[in-house]
């Protein structure tokens, strides 16, 4: 479903080392109904190739300021130009300062230049680099000018530093990039609950019982939702991940904690359960670390199972969402699985996917599904978590426009 197709961005991709995630930032904003147009800088290309990126944007990659065939076919001042929003990811602290001092050497810094359109950029550097006086009078004399800053985000940087630095997640971006573009929200007026990330059930105060979700695919889900217009819950197990833009974040360690969350969280028209909760908790978790050599007990820990929270939320009688879907985590037997766990849960839709060890799905940035509904399944091919979401939101869309 194409919302913004007569819009257009162009991106500038410089040689900072986030310049990988231009790929799936291109990914993104192209799922979204939005046409990119890409300039690539000398030092970006030795991050990311311009044919890699010709291929996601089915575009030119613009990379030289004197070439005759591109100017031919669309000179600089054209380009910079023809496009609603000029978006520069990754900014390096070298672009900032040609943009502020209007240096225009290369053909990304005479875009800069030469454009009349809004600039949105997304910094990514050093800490100490970002840090600098120089860079931040930089920042100072563009925000005056009417650029937009977005990031950068703190965090391990890839030199092994901590601190401010590192560039906003694709998802992020985009979520600005599709406010600026007034964004048609189809799930405006709507709520809904998505559950993510892994439980964790303490047997003493150091250990616990836990999986290896990393919550990927339900914050994505969370994001999108928000991006279509729905008013956004997600509930989280422990996660290493950014809060989503725009969306109502709470943090939990056990299903019951979630379990809670959700109920005080609903009535809602959706309900995502993609959080890969434990099945089990220690009856007797102990307030002090067990200790093998003075108690035998910790071979024997007596385990309960956890509340259900897909099924509770499914079978309730009172503030059921009138959309619930469930994940199915499978090793073996995926379909047939997945279907008599929809059938046994009651919920309206169920995502199966393959966790096997051999997939990497767990902790990865792909997902390979099989969406169950009343009228059958459906595989669809393996994709980024991103696109995962993308996908089924606008089945989430299409369902609810239909009735």
Known sequence: MSMLGNKRVLLIVTGGIAAFKALELVRLIRANGINVR????????????????????????????????????????????????????PATANILAKM??????????????????????????????WEHPATQENIDVLLQRGVKFLGPAEGEMACGEFGSGRMSEPVEIVQHVLNFLSFNK?????????????????IDPVRFISNRSSGKQGYAIASILSQYGAKTTLVTGPTNLTDPPGVNTIKIETAAD????????????IAICAAAVADWHVVHSSEQKLKKQYNSSTSNLKLNENPDILKTISQLDANRPNLVIGFAAETENLLNNAIHKRKNKGCDWILANDVSASTETFGGDNNLIHLITDEGSEEWPRMLKGDVAIRLVEKIVNEVISK
Do not use: W
Not at 186 to 202: C, H, M, Q, R
């Open 38 to 89: 890409v300039v690539l800088t000398e030092s970006g290309s030795e991050f990311v190739t311009p044919l890699s990126i010709q291929a996601l944007t089915e575009d030119k990659v613009y990379t030289e300021l004197f070439s005759l065939t591109d100017e031919s076919e669309m000179g600089h001042i054209q380009l910079s130009r023809d496009a609603d929003l000029i978006l520069v990811a």
């Open 100 to 129: 502020r001092a209007g240096i225009s050497d290369d053909l990304a810094s005479t875009v800069l230049l030469a454009t009349d359109k809004p600039v949105l950029v997304a910094p990514s550097m050093n800490v100490r680099m």
């Open 186 to 202: 189809p799930l405006e007026g709507k709520t809904a609950l998505v559950t993510s990330g892994p439980t964790l059930e303490p």
């Open 258 to 269: 979630m379990l809670q969350a959700c109920l005080d969280s609903l009535p809602a028209d």
